[in-house]
């Protein structure tokens, strides 16, 4: 059975950093491109990044780019996302994403101050 579970949200303020982890169970992590996506407060799904499984390609959408930065460890089977630089409109709960079919609880971070 495939599991994600997503950590690391929280409040902070703009400006602040956080990282988020998923933690990936029931399939062969490596092997498989992984995403982060988005959904703020009353608004649909925002994708926001992508890692290849070997981690040799990443893309970020435009409101991220340069401020977030997406990492996977495969020994771990985790998934991370930093973000840096936060502002008010990131909030949003955040998930990860096996090829969108399958996808963890979410973890929810508030930029305000």
């Known amino acids: 059975e495939v599991q994600l579970v997503e950590s690391g949200g929280g409040l902070v303020q703009p400006g602040g950093s956080l990282r988020l982890s998923c933690v990936a169970s029931g399939f062969t992590f490596s092997g498989y491109t992984m995403t982060w996506v988005r959904q703020a407060p009353g608004e649909g799904f925002e994708w926001v990044s992508a890692?290849?499984?070997?981690?040799?390609?990443?893309n970020y959408a435009d409101s991220v780019k340069g401020r977030f930065t997406i990492s996977r460890d495969n020994a771990k089977n985790t998934l991370y996302l930093q973000l840096n630089n936060m502002k008010p409109e990131d909030t949003a709960v955040y998930y990860c994403?096996?090829?969108?079919?399958?996808w963890g609880q979410g973890t929810r971070v508030t930029v305000s101050s």
């Open positions: 994403s096996l090829a969108f079919d399958y």
């Open positions: 890692i290849t499984s070997s981690s040799d390609y990443t």
